[in-house]
């Protein structure tokens, strides 16, 4: 996640960019850099770290200009260095651009573009784009360079451009992650997020995916990527700094949801090569003979992050060939567990600041394990105190039901797994490289699934008055079946259980009848006729059957009533990702159900974001 900001008025253009980056500054502090055009011509200054470094820089070289961009930036392709900070160049300097995404082509792009003699200073896939528009730059505006450069680039991405061979002039393009343009008093802003402007006004307009706003000092243009006007309304954002991080949607849980194929891409790049079946986690702290040498891991989380282990406890097994064990932080250390130093204790919380889990944590390294947090807050005390640090790039999360976070810590869970196993020698790079390439087109797999939310929205109807729920996994999508009945329960407050479904014959059979739905997790895997036999189990007693099903598989059609029950299609993927690809239409269910029963979603009652205490 990156943070974005443009301006173009009769402000002093520096403090503008600087003060809107340092309000977007949760979105990345790897590096940060400004540009402004002045005199015909384009000056950048960068620095690598924090905004605070930026501003120093800025002290000894000082910077003026007409209208410019500034760029905060989670390093994602390359090294988090002053080279690699935004802005980027193309081959003249006369052209710079800032950008939130991946482009996923980047590598045959730059290959490409090498070959007709651009020269590339930078890691990153941002300055791929820079020498596109370069290479379409003609007389016909900035704009058309771009719209004609977008037919190459594939991938989800916000983008900001200017050049001095066209003044006078900020061009943005959306493409998945959020782009909103304020609208002043004969001033425009252009921004990743409303905090960064709202100092500034409060008349704002969100770019729809597959648009662009040309931004003059006359007004704003919109169009789509072909140049065909789009008329957009503009919004008065009346709300606090924090009610405007919404961005338009209703609750921050919806918002979470929906920007979870950005958390996970942020989560994943920079880690990994496709290309050679590498994975890059040095934050681990861990030595190689260290890795070499446990016997067993040992997993601590609460909640929602416990879920999370249950699924990493599949990954490592299996990937890295180590026995693990998933344990309540809550319960840990009060049981004397056994502990040496060729123990791993991989504790997983969104905060950092669980109790529970940093006590779990505490107690495994005072009896000699070693430890590893997967942690979505920078300096929280959990990342302090592990020897080593895996990261999830979800942003802030506001909703209480955690969302982004979680299927962020599932993201990194799959790669300290692969990482365990690269370390370990128990996979080569060549059975690594599908794994990397699912995680790669994951963000993709979830937008898929996100489209969804319409239909999903109409079977929450069917189902919002119902009082119990039965919800049914096998496999790596057992927990995922827990995490499903987990939401429902924490903001619609239906009982929920979520079962293995080969458990359903010892117990909650007897539960179901017409009036309890069964969730059955069915998609297309080497269990799924074990599945069908538990939907015909559900089906006999008269329950309501609601499957995910993987899109184009039709063997479950004879089994579901076209009445009765539902079914939400989801796209094929590897089964290491399915988790992930599964677990976005449960959370929207259960998010439309509460909405439809009136409560309040985002602070559910008797629920803490954080449980600071025993």
């Not at 704009?143 to 991405?157: H, I, K, P, Q, T």
Request: proline residues 5%; charged residues 25%; aromatic residues 6%.
């Amino acid at each position: 996640m990156c943070g974005i900001i443009g301006y173009i008025g009769s402000k002093q253009v520096v403090p503008v960019l600087v003060d809107g980056l340092r309000r977007l500054e949760y979105r990345g502090y790897d590096s940060a850099g400004v540009a402004v055009v002045k005199h015909g011509g384009i000056e950048v200054r960068r620095s690598a770290g924090k905004l605070s470094n930026l501003e120093g820089v800025l002290t000894h070289q000082p910077l003026d200009g007409d209208y410019g961009l500034g760029h905060t930036r989670w390093a994602t392709h390359g090294r988090p260095t002053e080279e690699n900070a935004h802005p980027h160049r193309d081959c003249t300097g006369r052209l710079v651009v800032v950008h939130n995404g991946i482009i996923e082509n980047y590598l045959e792009l730059k290959h490409q573009l090498q070959r007709e003699g651009h020269t590339f200073v930078t890691e990153t896939d941002t300055e791929v784009v820079a020498h596109l528009v370069e290479r379409e730059m003609r007389d016909d505006g900035l704009e058309n360079a771009v719209r004609r450069s977008l037919l190459y680039l594939r991938g989800l991405f916000a983008v900001v451009l200017m050049s001095a061979d066209d003044p006078e002039k900020i061009v943005a393009v959306r493409n998945g992650p959020p782009v909103v343009v304020g609208l002043g008093d004969g001033e425009f802003f252009v921004a990743s997020d409303i905090p960064a402007i709202l100092s500034h006004t409060r008349d704002v307009v969100f770019l729809g995916d597959e648009e662009m706003a040309i931004i003059t000092r006359r007004g704003v243009e919109f169009t789509d990527y072909a140049g065909g006007s789009v008329s957009k309304a503009s919004q008065r954002i009346l709300w606090d700094p924090v009610m405007a991080e919404k961005a338009g949607y209703k609750h921050f849980m919806l918002k979470e949801i929906f920007e979870q194929p950005w958390a996970i891409k942020e989560t994943v790049l920079g880690r990994i090569s496709v290309e050679t079946g590498t994975v890059f986690l040095d934050e681990v702290g861990l030595d190689a003979a260290d890795v070499r040498a446990f016997d067993r891991v040992v997993v601590l989380a609460c909640g929602t992050s416990w879920h999370a282990g249950q699924v990493g406890k599949f990954f490592i097994e299996q990937l890295a060939r180590l026995p693990v064990e998933v344990d309540y932080g809550s319960e840990y250390r009060y049981r004397d567990p056994i502990v040496s130093d060729r123990t791993l204790a991989v504790v997983i919380t969104q905060s950092g600041e669980t109790a529970d889990t940093l006590a779990s944590l505490r107690e495994a390294k005072k009896r000699g394990a070693k430890s590893v947090a997967i942690c979505n807050v920078v300096g929280s005390m959990a990342t302090r105190e592990a020897n080593g640090t895996v990261y999830t790039h979800a942003g802030p999360e506001i909703g209480v039901a955690s969302t982004k976070a979680f299927t962020s810590q599932l993201v990194a869970l799959h790669l300290l797994a692969l990482y365990l196993a690269q370390v370990r020698g128990t996979m080569t790079p060549a059975e690594i490289r599908p794994h990397l390439e699912a995680l790669s087109q994951l963000p993709l797999l979830v937008e898929d699934v996100l489209k969804t939310e319409g239909q999903i929205e109409e079977i929450a109807k069917r189902f919002y008055q119902c009082s119990d729920f039965l919800y049914l996994g096998r496999g790596l999508l057992y927990p995922i079946a827990l995490e499903g009945a987990l939401k429902l329960k924490e903001i619609s407050y239906i009982h929920a259980e979520g079962y293995p479904a080969g458990e359903m014959k010892h117990g909650p059979i007897a539960l179901i009848d017409e009036k309890m739905p069964v969730v059955a997790i069915a998609p297309k895997d080497a269990v799924f006729e074990k599945m069908l036999g538990n939907v015909q189990e559900a089906k006999a007693r008269g329950g309501s059957v609601l499957a995910l099903v993987t899109r184009g598989d039709s063997r479950l059609e004879e089994v579901l009533d076209p009445i009765k029950d539902s079914r939400i299609p989801l796209p094929e993927c590897h089964p290491f990702v399915a988790p992930v690809v599964s677990v976005v239409p449960m959370q929207l269910l259960a998010y439309h159900i509460a909405v439809r029963r009136g409560c309040d979603v985002d602070q559910p009652r008797n629920l803490a974001k954080s449980v600071t205490v025993e």
